[in-house]
């Protein structure tokens, strides 16, 4: 009795062993791989950008030209503000109909002023879109064969999810990758000769 019980045991406990092996070997290989082996990938498409070293320099070299932007607007007001007070001055000793004039051209010269400091201001936030569509297109054969590699059907933005494993996000996983292929992206503005 006591050996047919041994062999009748024998049968599960190796189908247990072997699933439990199965079960647990899944994600070792895919992690092995250095891919996350899920049917659904999550990425901060944010953090993608911001931490690469392509969004590091754009965000750097921005920065720096905000900076400037910045300086140069001082400079103008500064400049107008005196302009206006010596304006203001003047007023006690002009008639109206020479003053007007004056007045006239220093208020078109403020609106021209702000208006240069919009357009620039407005050319820096499309270079900023336009590096970022740059990268996203540069970034894509990347996110696909993450995509592949992981067995998964589709990659979502992580804020849009309500509940996910860490296991599932693969940010970082694609950083690493896309440095790797485009680095911080010099190379390739001196290819298209920008």
Excluded: W
Aim: glycine share 6%; charged share 25%; aromatic share 4%.
């Amino acid at each position: 009795m006591r050996g047919s019980l041994q062999t009748y045991m024998q049968g599960p406990i190796r189908a247990l062993c072997l699933f439990l092996t199965l079960t647990l070997a899944g994600p070792v290989t895919g992690q092995q791989l250095g891919v996350t082996q899920a049917s659904v990938l999550t990425i901060s498409s944010e953090r993608l950008f911001s931490d690469s070293a392509f969004g590091r320099r754009i965000l750097s070299e921005i920065e720096a030209e905000g900076t400037l932007l910045a300086a140069e607007n001082e400079r103008i007001v500064a400049e107008l503000s005196a302009e206006e007070k010596d304006l203001t001055e003047k007023r006690a000793s002009l008639s109206a109909e020479e003053f007007r004039p004056l007045a006239e051209a220093f208020d078109r010269k403020v609106q021209n002023h702000r208006e240069g400091q919009r357009a620039k201001l407005d050319a820096l936030a499309r270079r900023s879109e336009d590096a970022r569509q740059m990268f996203f297109e540069l970034a894509r054969p990347v996110l696909i064969d993450l995509l592949r590699e992981s067995g998964a059907s589709v990659i979502i933005q992580r804020s849009s999810v309500f509940l996910s494993s860490d296991l599932s996000d693969v940010t970082d996983a694609a950083i690493t990758r896309i440095d790797t292929a485009i680095g911080d992206g010099t190379t390739l503005d001196e290819g298209t000769g920008e």
